[in-house]
């Protein structure tokens, strides 16, 4: 049944009728471009229906009943707080375990075991001894659970791009919905309409963010929406045409000041090869460079000098951020790039891949004496590959780089030894981090039909020293 207090309900999904994520019925890629991996809900059906078949899998210990997962899909809290939290019988989205008749632990390391990496390079992800990752240690409490609001209408509509979460304060969060882009308060849970579109293809979403005064977002067809978030227009959006190619999804943006004048831009990662950077304050495009695969996420240094680009390739490019002339190829990665993201200190980088392995670079040094690509760390994701990483802002502590991983995990890894981390883990896909309150607050976004949302943590090591 819907669920109360939502302002558009043709926006919410059932989980106990539907299956997988609705798809962009007429881009130009033939495949399915939803999560190819089962929802909570599918997952439990899915374990509960093999058991029947598979002798082994029943011996091993209790299975989730159908009856009770049935009423799971039916029985949804509104909002998860800390104050709530019971162990298996109240999670962090308010799964009762013990009702299932098995235990979370149980249940993890069945997703565990039955998950799909994307890849598309074969074997791309396999560890062995001749790679350098390293799994850390998971000893760290950065931040703690502060609390989740459930919402089934979280909108992912492309299973490789997961950065569909814009944070413009800690009260201001944003996320797309099936006619709409949704504003929400993490500290209160309440939401309304941000950005409300005309027609359907308007809607298709692949790519959103914000700052503290702009709410951006890209689209399959080369489109893209923007407003100004304290205009007194409303929700009245500026939109534009970044490409009419056939293959022109918008696959990521980043909101940046030009570094002449405090003009605000967006740089545009296209799946036609193209690079873009649009002015917002006249809304026209003032420069585009084509390169010879498509980019997939990228991110501007502090001194705005130059930019990481990842893409449908296995190496890392470093740009001039004016030109877009390639500085740097470096290589180490095994399979194509969906995350990366600079450090305020201006030198150090981190690019996620597809090969389940994330890759720390420092600008001092990209190459060594002999021309080689150099990494200062490689660390392992837990379950598969990083398609979204935060480092902390400056003055927020310690310093951490998120990583959300395509689905369950996010890793809240120490950035200064790049030895030791913090796991906290959901059920479901992952479309994005975001860092909020000056890095107090982390917000994650779930995009699970049936218990997706938005989850917030808080930061709980105060004191920690900052040594930016």
């Known amino acids: 049944p819907p669920l109360p207090e939502v302002q558009d309900l043709q926006d919410e999904v059932d989980p106990a009728t539907t299956g997988l994520h609705p798809m962009a019925l007429s881009n130009a890629n033939p495949m399915s471009l939803g999560p190819e991996n089962p929802h909570v809900i599918q997952f439990l059906e899915l374990w509960e229906w093999q058991s029947h078949a598979d002798s082994q899998l029943r011996a091993i210990g209790p299975v989730p009943p159908y009856p009770q997962i049935r009423r799971m899909a039916r029985e949804c809290p509104r909002r998860v707080e800390y104050k709530q939290l019971k162990g298996d019988v109240y999670d962090f989205q308010g799964i009762n375990w013990r009702d299932l008749g098995v235990t979370r632990k149980m249940a993890r390391g069945r997703r565990m075991a039955t998950f799909h990496n994307y890849v598309n390079r074969s074997h791309s992800d396999c560890w062995h001894n001749g790679v350098s990752d390293r799994l850390l240690r998971p000893v760290e409490n950065f931040f703690r659970f502060k609390s989740m609001d459930i919402r089934r209408d979280v909108r992912l509509l492309h299973f490789q791009l997961r950065n569909i979460l814009g944070v413009a304060s800690r009260t201001r969060a944003f996320y797309p919905s099936f006619t709409s882009i949704k504003e929400h308060d993490p500290t209160t849970g309440r939401e309304k309409t941000a950005m409300r579109f005309d027609h359907q293809g308007a809607a298709h979403i692949s790519t959103l963010t914000a700052s503290e005064d702009i709410l951006i977002a890209g689209g399959f067809y080369g489109t893209y929406h923007y407003r100004y978030l304290d205009s007194t227009g409303g929700l009245e959006a500026h939109e534009g045409q970044l490409t009419t190619h056939n293959s022109g999804i918008t696959n ?54 130059l930019r990481v680009i990842v893409g449908d390739h296995q190496n890392v490019l470093i740009t001039d951020a004016e030109t877009g002339e390639i500085l740097q190829d470096l290589e180490g990665h095994r399979d194509f790039g969906f995350a990366c993201d600079w450090a305020p200190d201006g030198w150090t980088v981190a690019t996620g891949n597809q090969d389940k392995s994330i890759r720390i670079w420092d600008a001092r040094k990209w190459k060594n004496s002999k021309g080689e690509s150099t990494s200062i760390a490689v660390v392992r994701t837990e379950m598969a590959g990083a398609r979204s990483l935060r480092f902390s802002p400056l003055g927020s502590g310690k310093r951490i780089l998120v990583a959300a991983e395509e689905a369950d995990f996010v890793n809240l890894i120490d950035a200064q030894t790049f030895n030791t981390r913090q796991t906290v883990d959901i059920f479901g896909e992952l479309g994005g981090v975001a860092f909020a309150n000056g890095g107090h607050d982390l917000i994650a976004l779930s995009c699970d039909l049936s218990r997706g949302g938005v989850m917030r943590l808080e930061r709980c090591d105060a004191g920690a020293e900052d040594t930016f």
Not at 263 to 289: C, H, Y
């Open 252 to 305: 990521h943006v980043q909101l940046h000041p030009s570094r002449h004048s405090s003009t605000p831009l967006a740089a545009f990662a296209s799946n036609d090869f193209g690079f873009r950077v649009v002015d917002l304050s006249t809304n026209k495009i003032t420069s585009e460079v084509m390169y010879d695969f498509a980019m997939n996420c990228s991110a501007l240094s502090p001194d705005m000098r």
